[in-house]
């Protein structure tokens, strides 16, 4: 096994992020299908997913270059029926993950940890039935929250409840905090809406304000260096007074928040693949998307290495804001300097 690769500003390449399909059961609001737009397909299968086969092979050509971690992303992941495979022919080295709607998770917890998953993220945008159906223009609400229970009792945890912040959902936060704190195996995901990726500025936040606010109800706060994140603990309705906070007694919010946020980029170690069996070093670019072609192990190798070669700096630099407000590449930052520069 070689040692990761490095992109030209030095970030090294250890997790993949792999679309399995760009179908899903939900049709929410904000989706930006892995910055990809809006290209959801129907809802049968189409020939242009890769096959387990092809997944398979590429975790195991990346396995050489030293990743560690992929999760399963879509569209939803659980409407492939073969995940469970996939899942089980993962490289055993590799941590394995899990982004889901959470529909499916009541049949199938048990058998996607028995076959290798490590934890799962579920997206859940309000702890209220009429809004999550709103968001999500589904009515699975209570199929959600049963699949969350499933998920942390089949030991998928911690399970990470992932809320996009903006203007629809920015009244469910506090409901959502409560929820995480007093519920055992959960923790909190606030993502920064990205209105660049998903159209509606209109809908778009000051998550300071969100910051601001965890940090006069926490018990306690932690800085993460890695991509710059905050941890926010929340006392459950049982804590003691004064008792130290921790995921026996409480809940641990983090806030998920790239767009102004420099070290995040900084810190990103990630590729991510495409449904179809492309590449690409950003979620923010669809510009430098490669193909892989029929995926030997061969081309594999070759397409990782130019992609990886090929990733931008932090979001920041390599989108700016023209006269317009209209956000633009910067020309500067398409490709990595070379040591000429």
Same mark, same amino acid.
């Given at each position: 096994?070689?040692?990761?690769?490095?992109?030209?500003?030095?970030?090294e390449v250890t997790g993949?992020?792999?679309?399995?399909?760009?179908?899903?059961?939900?049709?929410?609001?904000?989706?930006?299908?892995?910055?990809? #737009?809006? @290209?959801?397909?129907?809802?049968?299968?189409?020939?242009?997913?890769? !096959? *387990?086969?092809? =997944?398979?092979?590429?975790? $195991?050509?990346?396995?050489?270059?030293?990743?560690?971690?992929?999760?399963?992303?879509?569209?939803?992941?659980?409407?492939?029926?073969?995940?469970?495979?996939?899942?089980?022919?993962?490289?055993?080295?590799?941590?394995?993950?899990?982004?889901?709607?959470?529909?499916?998770?009541?049949?199938?917890?048990?058998?996607?940890?028995?076959?290798?998953?490590?934890?799962?993220?579920?997206?859940?945008?309000?702890?209220?039935?009429?809004?999550?159906?709103?968001?999500?223009?589904?009515?699975?609400?209570?199929?959600?929250?049963?699949?969350?229970?499933?998920?942390?009792?089949? #030991?998928? @945890?911690?399970?990470?409840?992932?809320?996009?912040?903006?203007?629809? !959902? *920015?009244?469910? =936060?506090?409901?959502?905090? $409560?929820?995480?704190?007093?519920?055992?195996?959960?923790?909190?995901?606030?993502?920064?809406?990205?209105?660049?990726?998903?159209?509606?500025?209109?809908?778009?936040?000051?998550?300071?304000?969100?910051?601001?606010?965890?940090?006069?109800?926490?018990?306690?706060?932690?800085?993460?260096?890695?991509?710059?994140?905050?941890?926010?603990?929340?006392?459950?309705?049982?804590?003691?007074?004064?008792?130290?906070?921790?995921?026996?007694?409480?809940?641990?919010?983090?806030?998920?928040?790239?767009?102004?946020?420099?070290?995040?980029?900084?810190?990103?170690?990630?590729?991510?693949?495409?449904?179809?069996?492309?590449?690409?070093?950003?979620?923010?670019?669809?510009?430098?998307?490669?193909?892989?072609?029929?995926?030997?192990?061969?081309?594999?190798?070759?397409?990782?290495?130019?992609?990886?070669?090929?990733?931008?700096?932090f979001y920041g630099e390599?989108?700016?804001?023209?006269?317009?407000?209209?956000?633009?590449?910067?020309?500067?930052?398409?490709?990595?300097?070379?040591?000429?520069?």
């Amino acid at each position: 096994m070689n040692g990761p690769l490095a992109d030209g500003f030095g970030r090294e390449v250890t997790g993949v992020r792999v679309s399995l399909t760009d179908r899903c059961n939900f049709d929410c609001v904000y989706c930006h299908n892995e910055g990809l #737009g809006d @290209t959801r397909g129907p809802m049968e299968p189409d020939d242009n997913e890769m !096959t *387990a086969d092809d =997944v398979v092979r590429f975790l $195991e050509v990346v396995e050489e270059f030293g990743v560690e971690k992929v999760k399963f992303t879509g569209g939803e992941p659980m409407l492939r029926q073969d995940l469970e495979a996939i899942i089980r022919r993962t490289p055993d080295s590799m941590e394995t993950s899990m982004t889901t709607n959470g529909t499916f998770l009541p049949g199938r917890a048990e058998d996607l940890r028995e076959a290798g998953l490590d934890r799962v993220n579920v997206s859940q945008d309000a702890i209220d039935p009429e809004a999550f159906a709103a968001i999500t223009k589904s009515g699975a609400y209570e199929q959600v929250l049963e699949g969350v229970e499933a998920a942390v009792a089949t #030991g998928l @945890t911690p399970v990470k409840l992932n809320m996009v912040v903006f203007k629809h !959902t *920015a009244g469910y =936060v506090e409901g959502m905090v $409560e929820h995480a704190a007093n519920n055992d195996g959960l923790q909190l995901q606030l993502i920064e809406y990205m209105p660049e990726l998903t159209g509606h500025p209109e809908w778009n936040i000051d998550i300071q304000r969100v910051h601001d606010w965890l940090a006069d109800i926490s018990a306690r706060v932690e800085h993460r260096e890695m991509h710059d994140r905050t941890r926010y603990w929340i006392a459950g309705d049982d804590a003691a007074p004064g008792a130290r906070i921790d995921a026996s007694n409480g809940g641990m919010v983090e806030i998920v928040d790239p767009v102004e946020n420099p070290t995040f980029c900084a810190n990103c170690h990630r590729v991510r693949v495409t449904h179809e069996g492309y590449l690409k070093g950003c979620l923010n670019r669809n510009d430098d998307l490669r193909s892989m072609g029929e995926m030997s192990r061969d081309a594999i190798r070759e397409t990782f290495r130019e992609t990886v070669a090929n990733r931008v700096p932090f979001y920041g630099e390599y989108m700016v804001r023209d006269d317009n407000d209209e956000w633009v590449v910067n020309d500067a930052y398409v490709s990595p300097p070379t040591a000429a520069d």
